[in-house]
């Protein structure tokens, strides 16, 4: 079975730039979280939807947004893109909601320069 | 609100030495806890889980035990392998609400041979 798949796998923006990144869950897995990790430091939450709702926000600006779509994968869309916005971005995935352990993708390394 | 506190790295031993990676947590209620494992270039992979104060999580040799009376989620490991070298996060989340992990800031765990 496919893990969760995360595309692109490496990524290069000029600041103030958008991007996209997108995310497959495993099969039948209907819940979706996004969260972005900087270098050296533990993943932070940015999104979690269910069901193409969205059911949780991190302190992360209006620039960074998301959503599910009716097969399940998702988006996550940064605008206005700053050099802080470096790091690797992980999605993940759940049948039956965190509290009983996300299955992680590869993630997307963004570079913003 | 909600944190995770895991001892600072790095951790450097030598192989089959045994292994002892504090993890201490703030929650309001009871959360779930996670430790999570991820490899040089490579996302998060769930090495074990416990949901339940006193419950043992346990895998590929790796265990710890959700202390709710000292907050604790120690991860150890009897005996180390060169393999096992990787950045060891530490985590929460509650299972109602908003499902967002917690993560702690990482242990990067050196195993020579």
């Known amino acids: 079975d496919a893990g969760v798949t995360q595309s692109p796998t490496h990524l290069i923006k000029t600041r103030g730039q958008h991007v996209t990144l997108r995310c497959s869950p495993i099969?039948?897995?209907?819940?979706v979280s996004w969260y972005q990790q900087v270098l050296g430091q533990g993943p932070q939450f940015i999104f979690q939807?269910?069901?193409?709702?969205?059911?949780g926000r991190g302190n992360f600006p209006d620039r960074f947004s998301a959503r599910q779509f009716p097969n399940y994968s998702s988006e996550l869309n940064v605008n206005a893109l700053l050099l802080g916005d470096s790091a690797l971005y992980l999605c993940?995935?759940?049948?039956?909601?965190?509290?009983?352990?996300?299955?992680f993708g590869s993630g997307t390394r963004l570079t913003v320069v | 609100g909600n944190s995770v506190t895991q001892m600072e790295g790095p951790v450097t031993l030598s192989e089959e030495a045994f292994l002892t990676i504090n993890c201490t947590y703030t929650?309001?209620?009871?959360?779930?806890l996670f430790w999570y494992v991820q490899y040089p270039g490579e996302g998060l992979q769930l090495l074990l889980k416990?949901?339940?104060?006193?419950d043992k999580g346990s895998n590929k040799g790796f265990e710890a035990t959700y202390r709710k009376e000292t907050t604790s989620f120690h991860l150890e490991k009897g005996s180390v392998q060169v393999s096992d070298s990787a950045v060891y996060f530490c985590?929460?989340?509650?299972?109602?609400?908003?499902?967002?992990?917690?993560f702690g800031q990482g242990t990067r765990l050196t195993i020579n041979p």
């Open positions: 993940a995935s759940s049948d039956q909601g965190a509290g009983y352990g996300y299955t």
């Open positions: 099969s039948g897995h209907k819940s």
């Open positions: 939807y269910y069901e193409k709702e969205e059911r």
């Open positions: 929650a309001t209620g009871y959360p779930s």
């Open positions: 416990a949901t339940k104060a006193d």
């Open positions: 985590a929460l989340t509650h299972r109602q609400g908003a499902q967002k992990l917690v």
